[in-house]
Every structure is written in C-alpha cells, then in structure tokens.
C-alpha cells in the first residue's frame, strides 16, 4: 500500500485545530483524546504541540498568537503560511463538535498504526526465525499495543454518569447486602479481611519455593469454579493431570499419594468418585502451556469471556511468565509482565490472580518476618498488587510425620487496598494439598 493511500482526513485534523484556536475549551476536550503523532500531516502536528505549549504556559491561543509562535519557531514558509493557518477556521461549523471530529483523527491513527505493525509482522516471519513462540509473543504484543491506545479514549465517565451508576448500585445493596464485594477464596476468615478478590485487580499470593502457593491458588480455583462462574487456571508449573490429581485429592480429603498409587480403601475410593463427579460438573479450564506471556494470558481469556461466564482468572506463577517483547534486563522483564497483567485484569474486568515466590532469607535473617521486599519481583508486584497475600508456616513439616496431620500456617495480609490488613491461622493438611480453617480442624477432634 502506497503511504498517501494510508488512512487520513485532513479535513478532520484541520477542524480540530480550528476548534482548538477558536475556543480554549476545546483545547482541552482534545488533548484528552488526542495524542501529537495520531496527526498524519506533519504540519498539523505543529500546529496541535504549539497549541499545547501556549496552553500550559498560560497564553491566550487565538490565530494571531498561534501564528507568531509558529513563525518564531520557524513553522511557517511559503506553501503553509499565515493564509494556510486562517483558513483553518473554515473547516468546521462548531467548535461543540470537537470530540467527533478529535475521534475521527484517532480512528484514522488506529488504522495506519495496526497497517505497520501488520506490515512488520510480515516482514518478521519471512526472516530466519530463531524461537517462534518469541515471535509469535512479539507479534501479539505489537497488535495489542495498537488496540489498547484504540480503547484508551473510550474509558472516560462524566460524574453524573458514575453518579447515576452508582446510585443504582447503592439501591441494589440496600435489597441485597454483601458480606464481600469480590470473589470468594472459600475461607470466610480470609475473605472478610481482604473483602475477596476484586473485578479488574491483580492479587499476588506468595510463598517460600514449596511453601503451597499453588495448592493455595488450585483451592481458590475450585471453590469459585463451583460456586462463583467459570475460572481459567493458567499452570506453568504442573500438568493439567497433576492438577486434576491435586483437586481430587482436596475435595475428597484424600491422601494423594495413595490415590495416584491405587492403594485407597473401598470407603475412600466412594469419596474419590463423588469428588471427580463434583469436578465434572465444575467449569474450571486448565491451560498448561508452559511457554506463557502476558499476551497469551489475555487473549486466552478473552476467548473464555466471549464464551461466557469467565468469573475468575489465576496464574501460577509470576516467575514463569515471559514478557511480551525483548527486555534488556531481569528487572526490566519483571516490571513488564506486572504492568502488563495488571492492565490486562483492568481490561478483562475480572479478578487476576498471580502466585509468585519470597525469595529464601538467610540465616542471620531467619528471625526475621518476611516483608513485600523478600518477594520476587517485589517492587513491580508490590506496586502493581491490589492485594498481597503471604502464606506461612508457622512450624517446619518433619520428614517422617504423618502427612495426613494438619499443620499450622499464616495467610498474612501485606497489602489490602480495599479492606484491612491482618492475620488469618489456617490448617495446611499435606496429604490432601488443602487449607482449612484453624476452627474446623478443632472441630473435628
């Protein structure tokens, strides 16, 4: 495609200057959908950067200023010229109009924008290909830039409209009151602390390597699956199999080294056939794709939202999460891939958990509690995470002890934007890979 056959209206771009030197209002409705490189005319882009400097410098923006600034800057010549400036205001009827005319411009950026990354694309794959997974992630990545800057403008909600909303919410609650605004973990003490796992957050649930983060997470997955909707269960660690296994052996209290050896009883074996009944009917899907990236996660999803139900998205863990594009450095990647799935919770509109590692203290730090310092990644998660959880043990588990005997553990809040923060006991039973709460396990002896 030749570069002038691009996607462009220079009728639109000039109706949005004119607006802008007409009104100081529109100047602002504009910037707020408008960025300098979505003009295609370059001359235009001048005229928009000039526009903004006076704007934030506090001077009046009428066709006489912006003409002086534009020659002063050395802007203007002979074929775009003081006439050219002035017939800008006869390219629209009313400056009310800037928004749509603003929006036009954008559509026409969109469309020029997602032609090169195509076209780069393109010329990628006839090229030598050393990992094609890379490849194929830096791809995605390209295409979901462009969509993201298409859905940027299209966010913004006036206070009546968030009024209105809100209101209509306020009503809803007054009928039927929530004892937690988030999905659910299953373990009341838990979720009445953190106020459950929040639409468009992302929650980090931590542990030491083999601490039961990803039994933690599989729990979760589990009870929502049952009684939330549907959940994706991103696993780069274990296979779909170990997966199932691990489920079974938690919704049946089973100890799951005898059930993947086939040496249970006939009782438990009654028990590990009502638990697969149970998962049957449950809508959990398990993607263990071990080559993951942020953009693979989000469109995973957005194939099991558009099939809908989709109620709860989780990853295991941040550290097998490849970034999207090449990164220089460890820290680089690490920023990358939580800003990235933070935004993708944001745009799925649903709850994003991520399991992620505490790095081991040493000795002459064993004393110590850990912190969101200690945690892999730590300052991209920390300042991404809604919500932090730490899961502890408060004792070691001996080699040679029953398995089947609970163990007591900490699910530590370190972070909490939307309730408090705290201390929740809970019972870790290493044999059915299950948490329970400290009350039920005294309950049942």
Request: glycine fraction near 8%; hydrophobic fraction near 40%; aromatic fraction near 6%.
């Amino acid at each position: 495609m030749r570069k002038d056959a691009l996607p462009q209206s220079i009728d639109m771009e000039k109706a949005v200057l004119g607006c802008m030197i007409l009104e100081r209002g529109a100047i602002d409705r504009a910037r707020a959908i408008l960025k300098p490189g979505d003009f295609y005319y370059e001359q235009h882009r001048a005229i928009y950067l000039t526009i903004l400097r006076m704007r934030n410098e506090g001077q009046p923006v009428d066709l006489t200023t912006v003409c002086a600034a534009l020659e002063n800057a050395g802007k203007l010549n002979d074929k775009y010229g003081r006439v050219w400036v002035n017939s800008l205001m006869d390219s629209f009827t009313t400056a009310a109009h800037v928004e749509q005319y603003a929006e036009e411009v954008v559509r026409c950026s969109v469309l020029r924008q997602l032609w090169k990354a195509a076209v780069e694309v393109q010329q990628t794959c006839v090229e030598e290909v050393e990992n094609w997974r890379i490849t194929a992630s830096d791809a995605a990545a390209k295409i979901r830039k462009v969509a993201q800057r298409a859905t940027s403008g299209c966010k913004r909600k006036t206070m009546e409209e968030l009024v209105i909303e809100g209101a209509r919410r306020y009503q809803d609650l007054d009928l039927n009151q929530l004892e937690i605004t988030g999905a659910p973990s299953g373990i009341r003490d838990l979720d009445r602390r953190t106020n459950g796992f929040q639409s468009g957050e992302m929650t980090i649930v931590s542990a030491l390597p083999g601490g039961g983060k990803t039994a933690f997470g599989g729990q979760v997955a589990l009870y929502c699956a049952e009684n939330v909707g549907k959940v994706l269960f991103f696993s780069g660690e274990m296979s779909a199999a170990q997966l199932r296994s691990r489920a079974v052996a938690n919704l049946a209290r089973l100890d799951s080294l005898k059930l993947d050896r086939g040496t249970l009883s006939g009782a438990e074996k009654e028990r590990r056939n009502r638990a697969l009944e149970r998962l049957q009917d449950m809508r959990l899907v398990i993607d263990d794709n071990p080559h993951i990236t942020p953009a693979y996660i989000l469109a995973a999803s957005r194939e099991e939202q558009e099939s809908g139900g989709l109620g709860l998205v989780v990853v295991d863990y941040f550290g097998l999460v490849q970034p999207d594009g090449k990164v220089e450095s460890q820290n680089e990647a690490q920023v990358s891939v939580a800003r990235d799935l933070k935004a993708h919770a944001k745009d799925l509109g649903l709850p994003l958990i991520v399991m992620a590692q505490f790095r081991k203290l040493p000795v002459q730090a064993r004393g110590k509690q850990h912190d969101l310092d200690d945690l892999h990644g730590a300052r991209a998660l920390s300042a991404e995470a809604a919500l932090v959880i730490n899961i502890r043990k408060t004792e070691e588990e001996k080699r040679d002890a029953d398995t089947t005997v609970s163990v007591p553990v900490q699910a530590v809040i370190l972070k909490n934007r939307f309730g408090p923060g705290g201390m929740v006991e809970l019972n870790w039973i290493p044999a059915y890979t299950r948490y329970e709460p400290m009350e039920r396990e005294e309950n049942n002896r």
